[in-house]
């Protein structure tokens, strides 16, 4: 596994109180990172005209786009062929990905085009109790038959939400991890979840990181924290020192 204090990214989606790229890059700056994976709210994917100009933003500010998403990937090709493209243009090798149960089947052989096109992953990612592949059961019956280019981006709290252990995914899923969302919940007695810092809940962050090294993980690690939608960067901040302390 990479040095994850050299490597370790943050989802945009983090910091969506904000809109504009400078002032995303000046939060990322202030992480201490230099890494982002870019969801929808900070680049419409459907307007090839604006890629170069956000992709350049970031590229002179020193921050590297490892990612986009996650987005979501049916049989109409030109849609997701914009999505390669940014990724592409951008320098990415992984795309987090979702998927509808009426139109995947449909999908694949769309995505298996483009990936192949491309160079580029699709990374599914796990949404939860709720979401139809948020289970390993369906997970393992995904990659059963799908080709290595559909692989998993775990999110660690939404794992555990769908009463998962990510560290037992880290070791089942290893050959198809292509990024994982370090995230940490906590539950009250309804099941409701809320957001803490890193390894401050029921994520043993340590094992998590030692599984992921030890399984020979090359892929992207993103940090996730979607509470304190205002002012996000304390939490994130003590995120970021508990993965490299931890690391």
């Not at 109790?129 to 948020?134: I, K, M, N, P, S």
Request: proline residues 4%; aromatic residues 10%; contains cysteine.
């Amino acid at each position: 596994m990479p040095d994850v204090s050299n490597t370790l990214a943050v989802q945009s989606w983090c910091l969506r109180n904000v809109k504009e790229s400078a002032k995303v890059i000046d939060q990322v700056k202030a992480l201490g990172l230099k890494r982002i994976e870019l969801c929808g709210v900070h680049c419409d994917f459907n307007k090839p005209e604006i890629f170069a100009g956000v992709i350049g933003a970031y590229k002179a500010a020193g921050i590297q786009i490892v990612s986009i998403g996650v987005e979501g990937f049916g049989p109409d090709e030109a849609a997701a062929r914009t999505r390669f493209e940014f990724a592409k243009q951008a320098g990415c090798k992984v795309i987090s990905a979702n998927f509808s149960p009426a139109t995947f089947l449909a999908a694949l052989p769309v995505v298996y085009r483009l990936c192949e096109e491309f160079g580029i992953n699709l990374a599914i990612h796990n949404h939860g109790g709720y979401h139809w592949l948020g289970s390993g059961e369906i997970l393992d019956w995904v990659f059963s038959f799908t080709r290595p280019c559909i692989g998993l981006n775990m999110d660690t709290a939404w794992a555990m939400d769908a009463r998962q252990d990510p560290i037992k995914w880290a070791e089942r899923y290893a050959a198809r991890l292509y990024a994982v969302h370090i995230k940490d919940f906590v539950f009250d007695r309804a099941r409701q979840s809320t957001d803490v810092v890193v390894g401050t809940g029921n994520l043993d962050l340590p094992k998590l990181l030692e599984t992921l090294k030890a399984k020979g993980f090359k892929g992207e690690t993103i940090l996730e924290y979607e509470g304190d939608v205002q002012n996000p960067i304390p939490a994130l901040q003590k995120c970021v020192e508990a993965i490299r302390k931890a690391g």
